[in-house]
C-alpha cells in the first residue's frame, strides 16, 4: 500500500505515513494490517491447532472488538477444558483399563 498524499511506500499496520505524517484513511490502515491478524485465520488458528495458546494472537488483532477478544477467550478456556478433559476420559478411563484387560486375558491364556 502507498501513501494516498505522497506515494510513499506503507509500513504495515501503519495509522500515519512515516514519510508526510498525513493520518490514512481507515480502509487503508485495515488493508496494512498483517493477513495473520485476519479474523478468520486468527479463529480458525485458536479452535483447530492452538487452543488457549492462539490468545495472544487474539488480544493483539486489531480487527476484533474487545467484547468480541473477551468472549472468544471465555469459548476457548471452555474448549480447552473440555478437550483436557476427553483426553483424561480416553486415556484413563478407557485405554488403560482395556490394556490392563486386556493384559490378564493374555497372562491367563498361558
Known amino acids: 500500500m502507498r501513501c ?12 500515519f505515513c512515516h514519510q508526510c505524517g498525513a493520518e490514512l484513511p481507515p480502509e487503508i ?6 493477513w495473520y491478524y485476519d479474523p478468520v485465520f486468527v479463529l480458525l488458528a485458536i479452535f483447530l ?4 495458546f492462539g490468545l495472544p494472537l487474539l ?3 486489531p480487527r476484533f472488538e474487545v467484547w468480541h477478544k473477551v468472549v ?3 469459548l476457548t478456556v471452555i474448549y480447552t477444558a473440555v ?7 480416553l486415556i484413563f478411563v478407557i485405554f488403560i ?3 490392563r484387560e486386556l493384559g490378564t486375558v493374555l497372562d491367563s491364556a498361558t
Open 83 to 89: 478437550i483436557l478433559w476427553f483426553t483424561y476420559y
Open 97 to 99: 483399563p482395556y490394556y
Open 59 to 61: 488480544w493483539k488483532s
Open 4 to 15: 494516498p498524499k505522497c506515494n510513499h511506500k506503507l509500513v504495515m499496520g501503519a495509522k
Open 49 to 52: 491447532a492452538l487452543a488457549v
Open 29 to 34: 490502515v485495515e488493508k496494512t494490517v498483517n
Open 72 to 74: 472468544v477467550s471465555i
